[in-house]
């Protein structure tokens, strides 16, 4: 008696929108876990000590491909952002803002959400890490992006 096939690697990617965030795809998964628990992470090469952004499974300056972890702050400031107000798919929030957040001198590519008035942005102005929760993974769990928020100026 044969059995049912089961689902294929491409299959399953075209099932999944997410699917870097499983280990069976890629080894920097615990990326997301790491956002699972509110950190916002990224590698260190444990060969030269380099740290990149995004997270990189080999340091392209010595080609080691061994690394650790290690937390960001949760503090940047905005780098660059653009404001999309039109043309966007049903279920996005209206505006859209999407930004370059320094920090710890790395660029971070990320949306800045919880924006009352676009038009008070600036560069340079401080913003504070949080999460953005995200299609679910093909099992229920909830799966997060990083995304940063305005912050209050430090007194």
């Not at 965030?21 to 997301?32: I, V």
């Not at 320094?102 to 924006?115: E, H, M, N, S």
């Not at 600036?122 to 995304?147: E, H, I, K, N, S």
Request: glycine share 8%.
């Amino acid at each position: 008696m044969s059995q049912p096939p089961s689902p294929s690697a491409p299959y399953l990617r075209a099932m999944d929108p997410f699917p870097l965030e499983a280990p069976d795809f890629n080894k920097l998964h615990e990326f997301y876990a790491f956002l699972a628990v509110e950190r916002l992470t990224t590698t260190r090469c444990t060969g030269c000590g380099r740290i990149d952004w995004p997270p990189r499974g080999f340091c392209p300056a010595c080609t080691s491909d061994a690394y650790e972890w290690v937390d960001l702050p949760h503090q940047g400031r905005l780098h660059g952002f653009t404001v999309q107000e039109t043309g966007m798919p049903a279920g996005f929030p209206r505006p859209l803002i999407f930004a370059m957040v320094d920090v710890a001198g790395l660029r971070i590519f990320a949306p800045v959400i919880d924006v009352a008035d676009p038009g008070r942005l600036t560069l340079g102005m401080p913003v504070r890490f949080t999460r953005v929760r995200v299609a679910d993974d093909p099992q229920g769990r909830p799966r997060y992006l990083p995304a940063f928020t305005p912050a209050e100026p430090a007194a």
